[in-house]
């Protein structure tokens, strides 16, 4: 096992694959910040929660996969969307709310979902993506299908029975399935270290046998490394746990007066942003110019852009809609 | 046509359809070589092995959970609760996740998953592996329920519910299981959402389901043939979907309606049948008020005596027919 | 009278009863620091510290369930469920354990718990964040349940729940957090178990709870202003126990009922009323059906004008009122 | 930490509570005997879960108590009751859903308790009674109370979530719990093998920084050291997880046909019966004859028959009393 991570630690990504993880990371914050302004000039309603300072995790675990395995995600879902590679216009459209949104307007910020593409959702429930995952995994073996399926969840969510439910329940049946803890240090208000009774997250994983590793989480080259063996490792033998240590640099939801933390703290964070970080490794290790790393950015924000212009021109669901699709 | 048990049908029923399609799987705890709590799948690991009967570890979220996620990538999973009590555990996975899947994400996942769970008091279990909490479910957009009442209807109604793309609940009648009925040899299904008419009349409809059924038709029975009052015995099959217009159209024509049913009665489906007689073309035919018979407001108690007397009983549902029948304006 | 909001009435109320009674504390996820998902308890631990005013991991079960053991050894814990959607996680603790503890024990154990929820749709957050599922918790015996629709109840009933000796399953309305209204400043208390008539009238009962209370008061205010039609609201405020009496005799007196919930009609808590009165001493009084709107059929979806129309509306509340006005016999 | 659990190991048991254990071992046997007589004869309706072969965990273990302390208890539940020290003329009542039972009745098998005097009852919810002990260890440390919860389930139980969640809890809040999971090898059918994803279950503490210990189930005075020692280290620090190894001698409940194990896999382990060999041990180490251990079992059948005469005296609760007592 040494060797073989060692194997792909060296393995080389090329130009192009590094190029879209830029691109993904700049596609998730210019779309997070574009959400922020939404709600920030009140034009759209309900919640949402940002995957600020994230995007590394997100990013560099879905690179590892291949197209056809499968994620199940969180309410702070923006950033697997869209490093599982869903197409932004209908992205943007769910989350305004419209008719061509990936779910037609019924589920929102909260609920986009792409089944067919194997993104079985974000999800409003703290812990309810983790018992899917592992029935996912179940299909994919008994259909011998070698698909894996990585399921985000955070430090808040392996505090819920289903966390241990379903790690229990995978490991005994060795299911395909990467449960990649996103730790970033808060649910809310609560502080890891208040809400979870051990300190080293990876000791969570020996009460199921399975494999645990840590990765810093605002490192996407170290993240795609890490998941990267972990997928391979559970498309052989069965479940490993991941643990990526990051951290939430907005507020909790849109209503977060942030008194459970520092503002230096936040500050101290921010220093690691995970994306001028990757574009430093780019310049500094593969011949990217200051102007390709910044091309990468504005045609991020150009595509943000073009999908919030396709999501307003999209209509909104009609009234007679309202009753369709609960029952197949 | 031959007879066989309830359990024989479910089982049956399952067998059936892991036959034809290799999607079909039952999954829960202890469905393998013991047969689930009540015997139901005995035998069925041997002609299917442990891959597509399998044991679970006591974690009935996950269980629940992983069927939906199971189901929503293209297998057709049964999963066995082993007391219907302890979908508490799961209702997360069963309402949140199962039943709105769909809906949230704009028809795009399906989850074709039945949720098998068997209900009722009567077996001395107590409090906790006693009740009947179908209402709950019946309330929830998403799911079906069904809650067979005869051997035949559990076998054709189980094979419509694993043939379904969507999640249903199916509660089994533990008292009915090691009861007899006709069951027709060959390939047969019977739809959800259709109410079955068990004996015509016209002076009350007698509106019931589940392990009630039986008791209903002793009584509508003996009141025939002891006093010439026909009932007639309507039941409802699946209460999600509900088949109104049966229900309806019988109350139209006896005007006069009783709902009975093991479950509670205060909070209980029979609210729902009452509300609905009371608020459709039926109710300008009522010569009597709309009543039901249910379980007392009580948990379920263990001593056999008071565990008899807390459900309706022969007496408490022929005295309420009588008095349905003798009910007069101004009386 | 002073005015403030449904929130601060609720802050009031815990506030009060935790400086009368050391044994009265409130735990849940961020209640501290963070003041609750709704900001409910802001300020609380300032006043009472983080061992009266406990944060919990996400942990839904044990949330209840140790809210239950600690109430069974002699605490009044007030356990706070961010959203009621995820009282499905913690059903077994609070159905199968806090609520049957009592009855199972033979009168041996007392479990006096709160659980406060907010439920309802309007915010914006979608089909798992948004039901209103009071109707599960009303047929459950052991259980009481409470839905208060302005600032005075929520304030005076809260403070009762808190002093019952049984698990109240307290439903806080989220689009009435921010609403204010009068509330008494020296003590009172409004017991479990009470209606209110909030408008008299004697052309139809319109029975309502939650933050439907509002809308159907300003229906009830235009149809009078309007057309002189005096309609009577009436709020339950406990769904249980249900004060069947109060509910009955407005009907008797009016002939006409309709029932107005954010629920999803087809199982809700409306069926229940509409039962009773079906089977009560109204029913000969009725001139009409008995009807109701709730919501409809679907889970809430997240588009703003979908979710406005989900559930009852200014709209369909008014022509209701109006068709069973207008509703005669064999017409 | 060493040196403390030496000294308990060495503390001399009088010859009272010595006497007093193996009282209660064989009370246990013979009103599980006793059940399983009435339920052969169709005497009693139900079903029930018999304790046969592991006495001496749950005598051991209580037999560490305070009589002040709690206990939360399982579906298999008579040996905890009895340890505990319950009146065996009112159990025998409840059993058999007589007015004088502990619950008047309404409880019966599965629901014997006493919270007056720390029973917090049986649960027929696998993992049902774990959350309600991490709430009484809440009473106990926020009315300085000082009093242990010991909580008892088993190795099925241990995959459900609310044990996840419970332990989490109690370690976050250094609640004084003893979690006791007796390993009985299997849950209904289920081999602890094939259900729990950890060989050594010991593990599953680490995931909440707890201490861990095992023992030899049948051996009521490894049982009781470890207890003992597990009970003074919560009510100072906090929770401690404990693990006692035994078997399920009978079948699960009424009804089961043993066809997931072997009768030499059953026959191995009723040669380890923990009743011989605690008699065994009190006669060469503690100055028992052999006459004394069987006046303690003779005893002990007597005291049954006395509560199987109180019990079948006892009326049968009346039916007005079936809507009593759901209400304070
Ligand atoms: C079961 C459940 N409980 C509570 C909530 C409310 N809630 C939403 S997000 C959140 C914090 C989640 O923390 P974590 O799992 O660490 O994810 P993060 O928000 O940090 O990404 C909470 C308590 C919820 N959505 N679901
Ligand atoms: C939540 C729940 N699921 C299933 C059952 C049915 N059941 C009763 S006992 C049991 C096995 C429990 O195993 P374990 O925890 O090891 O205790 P043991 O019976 O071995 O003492 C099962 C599955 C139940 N009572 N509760
Ligand atoms: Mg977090
Ligand atoms: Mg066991």
Redesign the pocket.
């Known amino acids: 096992m040494a060797d073989k991570k060692k194997q792909h630690k060296n393995e080389e990504l090329g130009r192009e694959k590094l190029e879209d993880m830029l691109r993904k990371m700049q596609l998730i914050r210019s779309f997070e910040e574009k959400v922020a302004w939404f709600f920030s000039r009140g034009m759209v309603h309900g919640t949402t929660h940002l995957y600020i300072g994230e995007e590394a995790t997100a990013v560099g675990a879905t690179a590892a996969l291949r197209d056809d395995d499968y994620i199940t995600s969180t309410h702070r879902g923006h950033g697997h969307c869209i490093g599982k590679g869903i197409e932004l216009n209908r992205m943007m459209a769910e989350f305004l709310g419209k008719s061509d949104g990936y779910c037609k307007g019924k589920g929102g910020s909260m609920h986009i979902a792409d089944v067919r593409s194997g993104n079985l959702g974000a999800n409003g429930v703290v812990g309810g993506g983790i018992p899917i995952a592992v029935g996912a995994g179940l299909t994919s073996k008994m259909k011998k299908q070698d698909r894996v399926v990585l399921c985000f969840f955070g430090d808040g969510a392996n505090n819920q029975g289903s966390f241990h439910e379903s790690l229990n329940l995978a490991s005994v049946w060795k299911l395909p399935v990467v449960f990649l803890l996103e730790n970033n240090t808060y649910a809310m208000s609560l502080n890891v270290a208040k809400s979870t009774a051990v300190s080293d997250l990876t000791e969570r994983a020996r009460a199921y046998s399975m494999d645990a590793h840590q990765m810093d989480g605002n490192n996407v080259m170290e993240v795609y490394h890490t998941v990267r063996e972990a997928v391979e490792q559970a498309r052989e033998n069965g479940p490993v746990f991941l643990v990526s240590h990051t951290y939430r640099i907005m507020g909790h939801s849109k209503s977060d007066a942030n008194r459970y933390r520092t503002r230096e703290e936040i500050e101290a964070w921010k220093a690691k942003d995970p994306i001028p970080r990757f574009e430093q490794y780019l310049i500094e290790e593969h011949d990217f110019s200051r102007e390709d790393v910044d091309a990468v950015g504005e045609n991020a924000r150009n595509a943000i852009e073009e999908a919030v212009a396709y999501a307003e021109q999209s209509p909104f669901p009609s009234i007679e809609s309202i009753e369709e699709d609960v029952y197949a | 046509m031959r007879e066989i048990t309830y359990a024989e049908a479910i089982r049956e029923a399952m067998s059936e359809e892991m036959r034809q399609n290799d999607d079909v799987f039952l999954m829960g705890?202890?469905v393998g070589v013991y047969g689930g709590?009540f015997g139901v799948s005995l035998g069925m690991v041997d002609e299917f092995g442990s891959e597509r009967v399998r044991d679970m570890p006591?974690s009935?979220a996950a269980i629940i959970g992983s069927g939906v996620g199971a189901a929503a990538t293209g297998m057709r999973p049964i999963v066995e609760i082993?007391?219907s009590d302890?979908l508490t555990?799961g209702m997360d996975q069963l309402v949140n996740q199962g039943a709105k899947m769909r809906y949230m994400f704009g028809g795009n996942a399906t989850v074709p998953l039945v949720v098998r769970a068997p209900e009722g008091s009567g077996t001395g279990a107590a409090a906790q592996?006693s009740q009947s909490l179908e209402a709950w479910f019946a309330h929830i957009p998403g799911l079906k329920v069904a809650v067979p009442s005869t051997p035949e209807d559990a076998k054709g109604m189980l094979k419509s519910a694993i043939r379904d793309d969507n999640p249903v609940v199916f509660f089994e009648q533990k008292l009915l299981y090691r009861k007899k009925g006709p069951v027709p040899e060959k390939e047969y299904t019977i739809p959800l959402g259709k109410a079955r008419i068990h004996r015509d009349g016209g002076d009350l409809s007698l509106i019931t389901y589940g392990r009630m059924l039986p008791l209903c038709l002793d009584i509508a029975k003996e009141l025939s043939d002891e006093h010439g009052i026909e009932v007639e015995v309507v039941d409802p099959r699946t209460i999600r979907p509900l088949d109104r217009e049966t229900l309806i159209s019988s109350v139209k024509k006896t005007g006069r309606a009783l709902i009975v049913h093991e479950a509670v009665t205060m909070g209980g489906f029979g609210g729902e049948i009452a509300a609905v007689l009371a608020d459709s073309e039926a109710f300008p035919y009522l010569d009597a008020p709309i009543r039901r018979v249910g379980g007392l407001d009580v948990p379920i108690p263990y001593c056999p005596e008071l565990e008899k007397q807390v459900v309706p009983t022969h007496d408490s549902v022929r005295s309420a027919v009588l008095e349905l029948l003798d009910w007069e304006y101004g009386s």
Chains 1, 4 share one sequence.
């Open positions: 705890e202890d709590a006591i009935e082993q007391f302890f555990i592996h």
